[in-house]
T-cell receptor, first 110, second 116 residues
């Protein structure tokens, strides 16, 4: 079983819609959760971090964490073509080891 | 966020030559840095963990004699691909922990290596 699992997609949404990206993790004691955005040919860029259950909003992005169900999600409101990228979910366990999902490819259609 | 600088961004070399990639933490000290490799349309693959002042820890299947890592200071780690071959062509990315307690991971801009 992989530490972090994501649907590889591709996920396509029309411009202005809400994009929903999901991630599950296997280690119940994981403490920190992150979403990275990676454009083609570029390195990952940290866009959201979340540490406690519930929602965390930052501009058009909302991260949601449910530790009981071991899932974390990312919502992108008012999706823009510039949001088209691969989104990586990452989990940091108490041993400070980072585990990455394989990424979900998002395409926002103008 | 913390800034991790990586150079060069792109390198083309002949088969059999060695290539050195530098990774610097610009506004923080990093006792540990990570080196990843990524093939097109594939996920990040952790190659090794670079530890300041001591030997790097390599992931299973990564040849330590081929991928030499040196972490001589708190702000610099280098990865040298020795005797490069076309199959070593890939996107190499370094990263370092930062933030309170080092719980966040920040990436360098990556190095696209092409071996002819």
């Amino acid at each position: 079983q992989k530490e972090v699992e994501q649907n590889s997609g591709p996920l396509s949404v029309p411009e202005g819609a809400i994009a929903s990206l999901n991630c599950t993790y296997s280690d119940r004691v994981s403490q920190s959760f992150f979403w990275y955005r990676q454009y083609s040919g570029k390195s990952p860029e940290l866009i959201m971090s979340i540490y406690s259950n519930g929602d965390k909003e930052d501009g058009r992005f909302t991260a949601q964490l449910n530790k009981a169900s071991q899932y974390v999600s990312l919502l992108i409101r008012d999706s823009q073509p510039s949001d088209s990228a691969t989104y990586l979910c990452a989990v940091n366990n108490p041993g400070n080891q980072f585990y990455f999902g394989t990424g979900t490819s998002l395409t926002v259609i103008p | 966020g913390a800034v991790v600088s990586q150079h060069p961004s792109r390198v083309i070399c002949k088969s059999g030559t060695s290539v050195k990639i530098e990774c610097r933490s610009l506004d923080f000290q990093a006792t540990t840095m990570f080196w990843y490799r990524q093939f097109p349309k594939q996920s990040l693959m952790l190659m090794a963990t670079s530890n300041e002042g001591s030997k790097a820890t390599y992931e299973q299947g990564v040849e330590k004699d081929k991928f030499l890592i040196n972490h001589a200071s708190l702000t610099l780690s280098t990865l040298t691909v020795t005797s490069a071959h076309p199959e070593d062509s890939s996107f190499y990315i370094c990263s370092a922990r930062a933030g309170q307690g080092g719980e966040k991971l920040f990436f360098g801009s990556g190095t696209q290596l092409s071996v002819l």
